[in-house]
């Protein structure tokens, strides 16, 4: 039996979670969305675990989504000899010139840009900030010259960061590229961009999806990077949803301000009715040990209590020993805080006069008017899922039931906090499909007799318009 949180979870498929009962089990647990993390993904593999998750929808029912996550462009230093330590004060000198083995004397970086795009005085983060430098020179063509300032072991193929440097590469590099266009063809629900900067990087991305597919993908933007906040914005206006990715966020700024830019985020997401994802080291113990620590659960807790719409567990599950386990507990301090009353949503009502504002204010009423008569569910009727994304948004304590013909739209919107989606393919007047609807929902349990219950559709149905109808109907 499924479970009845309205936080949504995110599980990231890997070796631990390959065969068909651990997935099933998963879903069962709590997992609504499945991510493909393709910094590690084998074609022929995630072919067959999408037809996999596809098929146990097909069988019982679900509507587990699919989201593809692509890399972007991550810095990593080359091959290192065995051992390699660097101490405080010593200078190292990085080249993009040759591919060496590399030494506490001289080392490779994979960024062509590496030496143009840097300046003296800026840092550089290795292996998630374990290892600082500041650069003291570069030549502009090919060798940087840095002192470390906390050093370390230097261990092959690490991560690089740049916190002070705008960097001239794109969010999508070939492999990314070739990524996305193999995501499309298997039609994930949700693509997620890495190390998005600027509006640019998203719109790169919608032209690829607008070429290889006859249908809109929506895309998340991953906020990693001290200048996609400056410009957030601008892309909160060209993505579908937001990532709060906080692996990378805690290196390119200080860890400590990592929380208020999630809280900021999340409202930032709420208000402009995105969903946003909490992603990172939310439960990483369980990878190893059965018992979370206090804090992570606390972390899970507050990710929720903000007003996230989903939280991601990375190698928890595709590592970790215990991916079925970790998904229970993960549902179980959800279920725990997700309906205190401590949790405020930001309440700005629909201003902008535009073609949507009709709908965008009834789906604001029926959450309101939800809240105010008790109602036990918000069913709405829709072909682009527009209305689901925007009742979700305010939060109401009413089931966010979605009847709908779209397939396509039906595992896409399992991603959003509270919404449930029903394959409803008749066309019968808006009376007859309003009994209809109130009967399903009523034989699935969720509503009884003299209960309230609020239908949205488009008038005339056939023509699957925009919403402009709300209607109270009181259960027989």
Not at 64 to 75: E, H, R
Not at 89 to 106: H, P, Q, R, S, Y
Not at 228 to 237: C, F, R, Y
Not at 281 to 289: G, V
Request: aromatic letters at 6%; hydrophobic letters at 40%; a negative charge.
């Amino acid at each position: 039996m499924l479970t009845n949180k309205k936080t949504k979870i995110v599980a990231t498929l890997g070796p631990a979670c390959s065969t068909r009962e651990i997935i099933k089990d998963m879903i069962d647990s709590g997992v609504n969305v499945f991510r493909v993390n393709f910094s590690h993904a084998d074609y022929n593999d995630v072919k067959e675990k999408i037809s996999l998750i596809r098929g146990l929808n097909e069988e019982f029912g679900y509507t587990t989504a699919i989201l593809g996550d692509l890399q972007g462009p991550k810095l990593r230093v080359g091959v290192m000899e065995e051992g390699v330590v660097v101490h405080d004060g010593d200078l190292i000198t990085f080249t993009t010139a040759e591919d060496i083995l590399g030494t506490a004397k001289k080392v490779f970086m994979k960024y062509k840009n590496f030496p143009n795009d840097v300046n003296p005085g800026e840092r550089i983060l290795l292996d998630d900030g374990k290892l600082i430098f500041e650069i003291v020179e570069t030549d502009k063509i090919s060798e940087v010259v840095a002192r470390v300032i906390q050093g370390g072991e230097l261990k092959s193929k690490k991560g690089v960061n740049l916190p002070n440097t705008k960097i001239s590469l794109p969010a999508m590099t070939e492999k990314d590229i070739a990524d996305a266009i193999f995501a499309i063809e298997q039609h994930v629900d949700w693509i997620a961009l890495s190390f998005v900067k600027t509006p640019e990087d998203l719109q790169d991305l919608q032209e690829l999806i607008a070429k290889h597919s006859d249908y809109k993908i929506p895309i998340i933007a991953k906020i990693e990077m001290p200048e996609a906040l400056e410009n957030i914005d601008k892309i909160v206006a060209y993505c579908d949803g937001l990532m709060v990715a906080r692996g990378d966020l805690g290196v390119e700024l200080p860890a400590h301000e990592v929380p208020l830019v999630q809280k900021e985020l999340i409202r930032r997401a709420k208000t402009a009715r995105i969903p946003v994802i909490v992603a990172t080291q939310m439960m990483e113990t369980m990878i190893t040990s059965l018992t979370p620590t206090r804090a992570e659960v606390n972390d899970v807790a507050n990710s929720v209590m903000d007003g996230a719409d989903a939280v991601m567990l990375s190698g928890e599950t595709a590592t970790g020993n215990y991916p079925v386990q970790v998904i229970q507990k993960m549902t179980q301090i959800i279920q725990a805080v997700e309906d205190s009353p401590l949790i405020h949503v930001p309440q700005n009502t629909p201003q902008i006069k535009t073609k949507r504002f009709i709908t965008k204010t009834i789906c604001h009423h029926a959450a309101t008017m939800a809240n105010a008569i008790q109602a036990k569910a918000i069913c709405t009727l829709t072909n682009s899922g527009y209305t689901a994304f925007q009742i979700s948004a305010w939060r109401p304590n009413a089931h966010i039931l979605v009847f709908t013909s779209n397939k396509r739209i039906l595992t896409q919107l399992n991603l959003l906090w509270g919404v449930r989606s029903f394959l409803y393919e008749k066309t019968v007047s808006t009376d007859d499909t309003v009994t209809d609807i109130n009967e399903i929902v009523k034989a699935k349990g969720f509503v009884e007799k003299g209960d309230f219950l609020i239908n949205l559709a488009a008038m005339p149905i056939k023509d699957k318009g925009m919403v402009n109808t709300l209607r109270v109907s009181e259960i027989e």
